[in-house]
């Protein structure tokens, strides 16, 4: 099984699950229940959240979820840059913990860069690390020049993460952003690894994945998860599509098959601006 690692010592399969938009919709809520719990059971141990997302419904919703599993879950919430300043930070994680209904996250990260000073912000993680409430600390959506910004930051090159859009129609990292984390063995996490499932119409992976027998989605994730480095976090509502996704993790495509990819969806040809939903 593809592994990635978080630190010096958390290794978590190269498969999590995202939550952008579970709990939003209370007649799903034991579907989406289940499916998390049981991607658990498979190996995508890693669950991702927000206090963004749903404003704080979907963190709501993976407390239910893991609080009879809590220690098998590698847990990460995210907060806002609006929020974080020193004490914003420190105060957004002590709300997420407590919509999460646990004592400690496994990864906090800030969502986007914002306006608070980074200095603020990494002094806050350090706190919330001593105080034993995150083990590891990250960013979401740094270009290059945030990148760069941030590891000319006193304390900046204890980064653990940077989780940003990436998929099979939006390679722009590929460029600079991705070869620099590998040099500096820096995990990417992959958000939207199937476009919001919008990549799954796409006439030739719909050829490609049918002529493989694979569906269309393990084909996107299996493409993402081969390179070194890379967890993706796809959303899965219910049971069947969680299963559907884990498979991805015994996939090996071949290197015909890389090339074919490479042809059909074509890497950048130079810099481009980050990719964001």
Not at 119 to 130: D, M, P, S, V
Not at 200 to 222: C, F, G, H, I
Not at 240 to 250: D, F, I, K, T, Y
């Amino acid at each position: 099984m593809r592994t990635v690692t978080f630190g010096a010592e958390d290794e978590v399969p190269a498969l999590g699950q995202g939550t952008w938009y579970v709990g939003d919709k209370p007649t799903r809520k034991a579907d989406e229940i289940a499916a998390l719990r049981h991607g658990v059971e498979l190996g995508l141990r890693l669950i991702d959240t927000a206090e963004m997302y749903g404003s704080g419904k979907s963190e709501r919703l993976v407390g239910e979820a893991i609080a009879p599993i809590r220690d098998d879950v590698f847990l990460v919430s995210k907060v806002l840059p609006y929020n974080a300043s020193y004490e914003g930070t420190i105060e957004a994680c002590e709300n997420s913990l407590s919509r999460l209904k646990t004592d400690r996250l496994d990864l906090y990260l800030l969502h986007w860069p914002g306006p608070n000073p980074l200095e603020e912000t990494i002094a806050a993680f350090e706190t919330l690390q001593r105080q034993g409430k995150i083990r590891h600390w990250g960013v979401s959506n740094f270009d290059p020049n945030d990148m760069a910004e941030l590891l000319s930051t006193d304390g900046g090159d204890r980064v653990a993460t940077n989780q940003v859009l990436y998929n099979l129609t939006r390679r722009g990292i590929e460029w600079d952003l991705l070869p620099q984390a590998q040099e500096d063995d820096l995990t990417i996490m992959a958000y939207s690894p199937i476009e919001q499932a919008r990549l799954l119409s796409k006439p030739e992976l719909v050829q490609l994945a049918a002529d493989l027998s694979l569906t269309r989605a393990q084909l996107a994730l299996a493409w993402i998860i081969q390179r070194t480095g890379i967890i993706a976090i796809p959303k899965a509502g219910t049971v069947r599509h969680v299963e559907e996704n884990a498979r991805a993790l015994e996939i090996t495509l071949s290197a015909d098959t890389l090339a074919e990819l490479d042809r059909l969806f074509p890497a950048p040809k130079g810099p481009t601006s980050l990719a964001i939903l």
